[in-house]
């Protein structure tokens, strides 16, 4: 829409919202007001019944190199800690619908964490992620300390962030950061991310939604809460008419049409 300055919103199929980071000049550098923008769209997009999943994506040149230095450099310890810089990043780990990442070029700091807090990262060729932070004289503040440890383990993560070098959409999938690393080409990771998007929409959201959230809570919960977590979400779908219908469907040999209810 109109509405917005620094990304932008289309519906690449009816039921797939597409944001795009929208800030070409400065790399897609996420300023304040970029990210009121992008979690206002996140809202709009998880509220929107229409909508099963939602595709993030920057340009070809940048996914995000980072949060925004420039708005960043003066600032005093007095005004980041009393105003919580930043705090409104987590908004979008609240978000219940799946995210999908389509990252191109630089993926760097807080765009690193962007991409490390949607649910699913599609890559293309020339993705170059990093944590750079360490040659800014600081360390990552959007979990990137958090979330690349998890995804990579501790000494390759240590590596990255102490030495603030970038790493490539191969080490990426060979490390289990993205899932894919798609074929080359322009518009070919938004595509694929796109596509897969419209897979996911098609399932019963009751049960995606479901899905995210016992996923997620693997990283929040020991082994055993986990799985009785799981089991007790599971028992819950018993109560929903997408069980019904999927189930039979399958029991008639025929393709459910899912209710999302
Ligand atoms: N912030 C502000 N402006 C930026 C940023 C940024 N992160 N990155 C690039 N730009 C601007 C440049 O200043 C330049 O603007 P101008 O033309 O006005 O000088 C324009 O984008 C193009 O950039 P370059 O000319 O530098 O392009 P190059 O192709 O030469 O280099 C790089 C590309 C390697 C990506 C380079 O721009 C770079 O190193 N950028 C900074 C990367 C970085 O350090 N990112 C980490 C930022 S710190 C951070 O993210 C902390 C997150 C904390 C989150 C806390 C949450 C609670």
Known sequence: TADYEHILT??????????????????????????????????????????????????????AAGADIKEMKDKEFSDVYKNNFLENWATMTKIRKPIIAAVSGFALGGGCELALMCDIILASPTAKFGQPEINLGVIPGGGGSQRLTHAIGKSRAMEIILTGRQFSAL???????????VDEGEG???????????VIASKSQIAVQAAKEVVNAAYELSLPEGLRFERRIFHGMFATNDQKEGMAAFAEKRKPNFSHS
């Open 10 to 63: 289309s519906k690449p199929e009816p039921t797939v919202s597409l944001i795009t980071l929208n800030r070409p000049r400065a790399l897609n550098a996420l300023c304040s007001p970029l990210f009121v923008e992008l979690n206002d769209a996140l809202r709009k997009a998880d509220e929107d019944p229409e909508v099963g999943a939602i595709v993030l994506t920057g340009s070809e040149r940048a996914f």
């Open 171 to 181: 080490e990426a999938e060979q490390w289990g950061v993205v899932s894919k690393v």
């Open 188 to 198: 070919q990771v938004v595509k694929e991310a796109v596509a897969m998007a419209k």
